[in-house]
């Protein structure tokens, strides 16, 4: 029996295809063990799996039906609360300026020191809930709010019960260079990573990746190669925070060691675009760091004009303050000139190239991928960014399962 059958939607956004994101008008989907198993105009697909021997049948009437969110950079877990840093950059003080004063990042290490595992938690899922009903099925969540052992390992257990109880699927991230702790040289603490950390995240057996902060001020390209090339040597694959406040090399570095991703980009020039295309390392973006900063964007049109195939994340973290992929997207059309439909592939199947996981279908609809999805309350994807500021998702479905109603 169908496990699922959406049919009479107004549109459904299937994935990359020939002419960029393919789409069907008037469409229905069959799901069967949690996968897709056809895709088509409603008159097609009814025809050979009938609503009737559903388990469940919905009317989308009027709906439009998106693969899931993939969010494919985030800094969800942290305790604390910064909202007065906020008030501090409107008044003009400046990101490393907050750094430099033990704020920002530092700050936020002291508050995650200082909870536990289930105050850690309990914070998490009732972030995992607001990102499901913004329509996010899949996230990758860093650590790196604990600098040293004892509370990266317990940031990397808390991301691991979160993915076993919280139907949002959970790709975790060892960030153990994310900043210098306070006291620590940064090549004493690049040591500390390499010889205490990464042994003891590789006998967790949690994290999937490592990460670096590769920035002025924090881990230079040769302190972020050392880190780098110890996780790969611990099981850990590479990803580089890039050229986000200067152009430091990151990117070089990225393409060099083969990393799945180069993430912020801000500052990447021409010939960092293309040694990221050569070495098939996915460039992530993240506009609402801009915004939050009032930086400026990244050049999306340049990385997609030369042939890469972006992803597009939250960066949902204390400094920007939002989970919401919808306004990512909104971001990247109004703000980086992507179309609509670049944006939503961006943040969905780009994302899971940013993460690995193209092979298996996800952040698509075509048949044999995972049947996670959304129904938005608009006939269209364009109404995603054209409708900004308001969440449209309605219902999602994990694995075919429904996980949000909407309500
Ligand atoms: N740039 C470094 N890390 C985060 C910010 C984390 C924080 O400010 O707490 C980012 O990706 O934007
Ligand atoms: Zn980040």
């Given at each position: 029996m169908?496990q699922?059958?959406?049919?009479?939607?107004?549109?459904?956004v299937?994935?990359?295809?020939e002419?960029?994101?393919?789409?069907?008008?008037g469409?229905?989907?069959?799901v069967?063990?949690g996968?897709?198993?056809?895709?088509?105009?409603?008159?097609?697909i009814?025809?050979?799996?009938?609503?009737?021997?559903a388990?469940?049948?919905i009317?989308a009437?009027?709906?439009a039906?998106i693969?899931?969110f993939?969010?494919s950079?985030?800094?969800?877990?942290?305790?604390?609360?910064?909202?007065d840093?906020?008030?501090?950059?409107?008044?003009g003080?400046?990101?490393?300026?907050?750094?430099d004063?033990?704020?920002?990042?530092?700050?936020?290490?002291?508050?995650?020191?200082?909870?536990?595992e289930?105050?850690?938690?309990?914070?998490?899922l009732?972030?995992l809930d607001?990102?499901?009903?913004h329509?996010?099925?899949?996230?990758?969540?860093?650590?790196?709010y604990g600098?040293?052992?004892?509370?990266e390992?317990?940031m990397?257990?808390?991301?691991?019960?979160?993915?076993?109880?919280?139907p949002?699927?959970i790709?975790?991230?060892?960030?153990?260079?994310?900043?210098v702790?306070e006291?620590?040289?940064?090549d004493d603490?690049?040591?500390?990573?390499?010889?205490?950390?990464l042994?003891?995240?590789?006998r967790?057996g949690?994290?999937?990746?490592c990460?670096v902060?590769?920035?002025?001020?924090?881990?230079?390209?040769?302190?972020s190669?050392?880190?780098?090339?110890a996780?790969?040597?611990?099981?850990?694959?590479?990803?580089v925070h890039?050229?986000?406040?200067v152009?430091?090399?990151?990117?070089q570095?990225?393409?060099?060691?083969?990393?799945?991703?180069?993430?912020?980009?801000?500052?990447?020039?021409?010939?960092d675009?293309d040694?990221?295309?050569a070495?098939?390392v996915?460039p992530?973006?993240l506009?609402?760091?801009?915004?939050?900063?009032?930086a400026?964007?990244a050049?999306a049109r340049?990385?997609i004009?030369r042939?890469?195939?972006?992803?597009?994340a939250?960066?949902?973290?204390?400094?920007?303050?939002?989970?919401?992929?919808g306004f990512?997207?909104?971001l990247?059309c109004l703000e980086?000139?992507m179309t609509p439909?670049?944006?939503l592939?961006?943040?969905?199947?780009?994302?899971a190239s940013?993460?690995?996981?193209?092979?298996?279908?996800?952040?698509?609809?075509?048949?044999?991928?995972?049947?996670?999805?959304?129904?938005?309350?608009?006939?269209?994807?364009?109404?995603?960014?054209?409708?900004?500021?308001?969440?449209?998702v309605?219902t999602?479905?994990?694995?075919?399962?429904?996980?949000s109603d909407?309500r």
């Amino acid at each position: 029996m169908t496990q699922t059958i959406i049919y009479e939607a107004s549109e459904i956004v299937v994935g990359p295809g020939e002419n960029g994101l393919d789409r069907v008008d008037g469409g229905a989907i069959a799901v069967e063990d949690g996968t897709v198993a056809a895709v088509g105009p409603t008159e097609e697909i009814t025809r050979a799996y009938p609503p009737e021997n559903a388990v469940r049948a919905i009317d989308a009437s009027g709906q439009a039906v998106i693969p899931g969110f993939v969010d494919s950079h985030t800094h969800a877990l942290f305790a604390g609360d910064r909202s007065d840093e906020f008030e501090a950059k409107l008044r003009g003080v400046s990101y490393q300026e907050i750094l430099d004063e033990g704020g920002g990042i530092l700050r936020t290490v002291q508050a995650t020191r200082n909870a536990s595992e289930a105050e850690l938690l309990d914070r998490l899922l009732g972030q995992l809930d607001a990102m499901l009903a913004h329509g996010t099925t899949t996230v990758e969540i860093k650590s790196g709010y604990g600098l040293d052992s004892e509370t990266e390992l317990r940031m990397l257990s808390v991301i691991k019960r979160a993915d076993d109880t919280h139907p949002v699927d959970i790709v975790p991230a060892y960030m153990g260079a994310h900043a210098v702790p306070e006291g620590r040289t940064t090549d004493d603490y690049v040591k500390a990573v390499v010889t205490e950390q990464l042994p003891a995240v590789e006998r967790q057996g949690i994290a999937e990746f490592c990460d670096v902060f590769c920035e002025e001020g924090v881990f230079d390209v040769e302190q972020s190669r050392r880190v780098l090339t110890a996780g790969a040597e611990h099981g850990l694959t590479p990803k580089v925070h890039a050229e986000e406040f200067v152009r430091l090399g990151g990117a070089q570095l990225a393409a060099e060691l083969g990393a799945t991703s180069a993430d912020h980009l801000l500052h990447a020039e021409q010939v960092d675009i293309d040694a990221l295309n050569a070495s098939g390392v996915t460039p992530v973006l993240l506009p609402g760091t801009a915004f939050s900063l009032g930086a400026e964007y990244a050049d999306a049109r340049a990385f997609i004009d030369r042939g890469a195939s972006v992803a597009l994340a939250s960066d949902f973290n204390p400094n920007c303050h939002s989970p919401s992929m919808g306004f990512a997207v909104a971001l990247g059309c109004l703000e980086m000139e992507m179309t609509p439909a670049e944006a939503l592939g961006a943040a969905t199947h780009g994302g899971a190239s940013a993460l690995n996981r193209s092979d298996s279908g996800l952040g698509t609809l075509h048949p044999g991928a995972p049947a996670d999805l959304c129904l938005i309350d608009a006939p269209s994807h364009v109404h995603i960014p054209y409708t900004f500021g308001i969440n449209l998702v309605d219902t999602v479905l994990k694995a075919g399962e429904v996980v949000s109603d909407g309500r």
